[in-house]
T-cell receptor, first 112, second 113 residues
Framework: GESVGLHLPTLSVQEGDNSIINCAYSNSASDYFIWYKQESGKGPQFIIDIRSNMDKRQGQRVTVLLNKTVKHLSLQIAATQPGDSAVYFC???????????FGSGTQLTVLP | DVKVTQSSRYLVKRTGEKVFLECVQDMDHENMFWYRQDPGLGLRLIYF???????EKGDIPEGYSVSREKKERFSLILESASTNQTSMYLC????????????FGSGTQLSVL
């Protein structure tokens, strides 16, 4: 079946720097994408979403970019803080599907 | 505060045992999901349910079954646990229209010895 994958399994950044987490997807029918954050010992939590009719969406300190041409999305975190250390997952949905497909996750570590 | 509650944080079972993982949500959500999470593989969907007594297979249903007798409760059953079912199990729920409202439980780490 279709899959969503991540380029890098781990990412380390200095506190205060910006972080960029990437995600590739292969289902051209996907029209909705979500980023989740999973802290140690917890379930994933919604961060931000984007629909395929947009190429950029901003939240508080986070921005998601979608490039449908190359089937790629990214999560940018501004001024990364220690509390941002977590595993980040992208997920995608094709409108007709009753389920999300998740990527394998990126471990973000914020260095002091 | 919305909640998806999984009955156990850690479970240790023997090969061949029947295992029940329970999940309860208090948000009156129509949809409920069971995922397993393994390092490097992300979340893989086992089963889901979009209504009481309804169930659909996900990507990896083999060795599992589910039960949804009440809207708020979705149970995952391992009929005869095997060592390759050692994993983190995550339950989630969302309303009929609203992936942005998909909420997860904290997970159950199951070890099958």
């Amino acid at each position: 079946g279709e899959s969503v994958g991540l380029h890098l399994p781990t990412l380390s950044v200095q506190e205060g720097d910006n972080s960029i987490i990437n995600c590739a997807y292969s289902n051209s029918a996907s029209d909705y994408f979500i980023w989740y954050k999973q802290e140690s010992g917890k379930g994933p939590q919604f961060i931000i979403d984007i629909r395929s009719n947009m190429d950029k969406r901003q939240g508080q300190r986070v921005t998601v970019l979608l490039n449908k041409t190359v089937k790629h999305l990214s999560l940018q975190i501004a001024a990364t803080q220690p509390g941002d250390s977590a595993v980040y997952f992208c997920a995608e949905n094709a409108g007709s599907a009753r389920q999300l497909t998740f990527g394998s996750g990126t471990q973000l570590t914020v260095l002091p | 505060d919305v909640k998806v509650t999984q009955s156990s944080r850690y479970l240790v079972k023997r090969t061949g045992e029947k295992v029940f993982l329970e999940c309860v949500q208090d948000m009156d959500h129509e949809n409920m999901f069971w995922y397993r999470q393994d390092p490097g593989l992300g979340l893989r969907l086992i089963y889901f349910s979009y209504d009481v007594k309804m169930k659909e297979k996900g990507d990896i249903p083999e060795g599992y079954s589910v039960s949804r007798e009440k809207k708020e409760r979705f149970s995952l059953i391992l009929e005869s646990a095997s060592t390759n079912q050692t994993s983190m199990y995550l339950c989630a729920s969302n309303p009929a229209q609203g992936w942005e409202k998909l909420f997860f439980g904290s997970g159950t780490q199951l070890s099958v010895l």
